[in-house]
C-alpha cells in the first residue's frame, strides 16, 4: 500500500517510524517532512496547508491512505478534500476539526454538555474585555479563540500582564485573526495531564496517559512553547481519575460531537487539568500531540496502521489496542532563543547516539544540507526518546542521547520528569 503523511515535525517522524512497522505498507511519502524523515520516507517539497498540492500528489502517485497529522490542514479540511477523490485518512474532517480550530466553539460545548471545564467568558472587542479584567481575580487565563502554534494561551499573574496580552492578541495581531476573538478563563490550579485517544466516533481508546512540559527554562520558567519535554505515563492520572475522565469527559465529548453533527475520526488530544483528584478540560486538540506523540507511540505495541484504518472504517471496537508497561522519555533539543527570536542552518553533530539501545532520535526542525549534512531549521530540533523499565531509567538514558548531540547555541531544559518522579516516590 502506498501511506502518506501529512506534516514535517517530531510528531511525523514518530508516526511514520511507527507506520514503517507494518509490512502491508510498500510505500511512505512525506509531505513536506524534514531532514531525519527522509531517512523513513519519500520527502516531497509540498506544504501541510497546501490542500490542492496534497491532493493532486496523492491522486497522481495512487495513494491508498493518507494520514494528516498537523492541526492546520485538518481544521482547512485535507481529510474532505481526501475523501472527495476516494482516498482513506486517518484524523477528522473540518466540521469536527473545529474542537481545535475554535476555543469558543470547544468552551460553548464543554458547558452546553456539562463537560467540567474552567468557568469562561467570550469577548469579540478590546474594550469589554478589558474592562471584565478589572473586575477579575488573579492569575487568570487569556486564549486566542484560533490556531496559534500552541503558543496562543497567556496566564497574566496581573491585571497589566492580562491587559497586554489582550491588547496583542486583538490589536496587534501577534496570532493574525485566530485572536479576533479571544476566551478568558478562571486559572485552574492543579497538575496537567495529556491524554491522547483513539475514537471512530463511536467508541472511545485512550492511549497512555503523559506529561508535558511546556515552559522554555527549567523549574517552569520562561516562556510557552510547543513543549520541551515529555513523560510517559503521567503518574497522577491514576486509575480512579482515568474512570472519572472516561465517564464525564471523553465519552460525553464524542457524544456531544456526534450530536452536534460533527463526528469526531482521528485522534483527539485531552489537555486535562487536575485539581483535588477532580479532572477539568483545560484543551482539546483534534490531533496526536506534540511531544506527546513522541512518548505515548514508542509505547504502544498494537500495529498503528491497523488502529488506523480500523478507525477510519469505524470498527475500533474489533481492535485490542495494547500498550507496553514501561515508560517513556522525551527530551526536546532546541534553538537558543526559541519560542522568540533562534538562528538557523546549523550543523548537528549526532556523536555516537545511534549506538545507544532503546534510544531514538526524532527530528522536528531539520533539513538536508546540499552534502547530506543534517542542519537545524526550526525552533525545536530534536526529540529525544528513551524506553526504559522505570521512569527515573528512561529520563537517564533520554538525557543521555540529547547530551551527545550538539549544534551551536544547542537549548534544552535539564529538569524534563522531574516533578513525575517526585510524584512516584
Do not use: W
Request: aromatic fraction near 8%.
Amino acid at each position: 500500500m502506498n501511506v502518506l503523511v501529512v506534516g514535517g515535525g517530531g510528531r511525523e517522524h514518530t508516526i511514520i517510524k511507527k507506520l514503517k512497522e507494518n509490512k502491508e505498507i510498500t510505500k511512505l511519502y512525506a509531505l513536506p517532512g524534514n531532514g531525519g524523515i527522509s531517512r523513513d520516507a519519500e520527502c516531497v517539497n509540498i506544504g501541510a496547508k497546501d490542500i490542492d498540492g496534497i491532493v493532486k500528489f496523492a491522486t497522481e502517485n495512487k495513494i491508498d491512505f493518507a494520514v494528516v497529522a498537523p492541526d492546520d490542514p485538518l481544521v482547512l479540511g485535507a481529510v474532505d478534500a481526501l475523501h472527495k477523490v476516494g482516498i482513506k485518512c486517518f484524523g477528522p474532517c473540518a466540521d469536527a476539526a473545529i474542537i481545535e480550530g475554535s476555543k469558543v466553539f470547544s468552551k460553548d460545548l464543554m458547558k452546553k454538555y456539562g463537560i467540567p471545564t474552567a468557568f469562561y467568558e467570550v469577548f469579540t472587542d478590546k474594550k469589554s474585555a478589558i474592562d471584565y479584567l478589572e473586575k477579575s481575580s488573579y492569575p487568570i487565563v487569556i486564549k486566542a479563540d484560533g490556531l496559534a502554534l500552541g503558543k496562543g494561551v497567556v496566564i497574566a499573574e496581573n491585571f497589566d500582564s492580562a491587559k497586554a496580552a489582550v491588547i496583542s492578541m486583538m490589536e496587534d495581531k501577534i496570532f493574525g485573526e485566530s485572536g479576533s476573538n479571544i476566551v478568558i478563563e478562571q486559572f485552574l490550579k492543579g497538575v496537567e495531564v495529556s491524554v491522547l485517544a483513539f475514537t471512530d466516533g463511536k467508541t472511545v481508546v485512550p492511549m497512555v496517559s503523559s506529561m508535558d512540559h511546556k515552559r522554555a527554562l527549567d523549574n517552569d520558567k520562561g516562556d510557552n512553547t510547543g513543549g520541551m519535554g515529555t513523560i510517559a505515563p503521567n503518574p497522577y492520572y491514576t486509575p480512579d481519575v482515568a474512570d472519572v475522565c472516561m465517564k464525564e469527559i471523553f465519552i460525553p465529548t464524542i457524544e456531544a460531537m456526534k450530536k452536534e453533527g460533527r463526528t469526531f475520526k482521528g485522534c483527539l488530544y485531552f489537555g486535562l487539568m487536575i485539581c483535588d483528584g477532580k479532572p477539568y478540560v483545560i484543551e482539546y486538540n483534534c490531533r496526536f500531540g506534540d511531544p506527546e506523540t513522541q512518548v505515548v507511540l514508542p509505547l504502544l505495541k498494537t500495529d498503528l496502521f491497523e488502529i488506523m484504518k480500523a478507525v477510519e472504517d469505524e470498527r475500533l471496537d474489533e481492535i485490542n489496542v495494547e500498550f507496553d508497561g514501561g515508560c517513556a522519555c522525551c527530551v526536546v533539543v532546541a534553538s537558543g532563543g526559541y519560542p522568540k527570536k533562534y538562528e538557523t542552518g546549523k550543523v548537528i553533530d549526532f556523536g555516537k547516539v545511534d549506538t545507544l539501545d532503546n534510544v531514538t532520535v526524532y527530528h522536528a526542525g531539520t533539513k538536508l544540507s546540499e552534502n547530506g549534512e543534517i542542519l537545524t531549521s526550526g525552533g525545536r530540533v530534536l526529540g529525544v526518546t528513551a524506553v526504559a523499565d522505570t521512569l527515573e531509567n528512561a529520563i537517564k538514558k533520554a538525557y543521555e542521547g540529547a547530551e551527545m548531540i550538539n549544534f551551536e547555541k544547542k537549548h534544552m531544559r535539564s529538569d524534563i520528569g522531574q516533578t513525575a518522579l517526585k510524584a512516584l516516590k
